[in-house]
């Protein structure tokens, strides 16, 4: 059997083409940059002009997701409903506190319409949760109404069904 003298990449350096000094002179401010740095330079100026534009993206898109719809109920003694969205994450927790502030200031009495729930994660439970017990201590009544199985799911997970005032048999109902 012969051996072959090709070692193959065995000892090749893939990086090495990053320590090669740039040979362009168009860059009088760093003529010692390495292409490798001015590659890294170009790639955070788009990456930050990205950001910027996926920023503006997603706050207008997290805008329009997050938007609550509050209702008079007449058949509740004029009580506030509050309906909740399919998804509920960390994201629109900021505009549902908010919103809670605001019903907690001016009614006595409001409803959670929990129905459309299809993902819920833990700080909205937990958002719910200190609602309850501080409308409790307010002498107010927070009402979650038709939770979903999904909602009723995840607040057993998290042993929140209890406070939060689930019931199995109210899910489906709606």
């Known amino acids: ?3 072959k003298e090709d070692k193959g990449l ?3 350096d893939p990086l090495a083409w990053m ?3 740039v040979a362009d002179n168009n860059d009088a401010e760093n ?3 390495t292409k490798a740095e001015i590659i890294v330079k170009d790639e955070q100026a788009a990456n930050n002009v990205a950001i910027v534009d996926d920023t503006a993206e997603e706050a207008s898109a997290t805008t329009t997701e997050l938007e609550l719809t509050v209702e008079e109920s ?3 003694n004029n009580a506030s409903t509050v309906t909740l969205n399919a998804t509920l994450n960390i994201q629109g927790i900021g505009a549902l506190h908010e919103e809670f502030l605001k019903l907690l200031e001016t009614e006595d009495i409001f409803e959670i319409d929990a129905s459309d729930v299809t993902s819920v994660d833990t700080s909205t ?3 719910l949760a200190v609602l309850k017990q501080t409308a409790s201590k307010l002498g107010k009544e927070v009402i979650i109404d038709f939770p979903s199985d999904k909602f009723i799911e995840a607040a057993e997970l998290l042993g929140l069904s209890e406070i939060l005032g689930l019931d199995q ?3 489906g109902f709606f």
Do not use: N
């Open 31 to 33: 003529p010692g940059e």
């Open 125 to 127: 439970l937990q958002l």
């Open 10 to 12: 065995i000892g090749f």
């Open 1 to 3: 059997m012969a051996e």
């Open 19 to 21: 320590d090669e000094e």
């Open 74 to 76: 007449k058949e509740s």
């Open 169 to 171: 048999a109210s899910s």
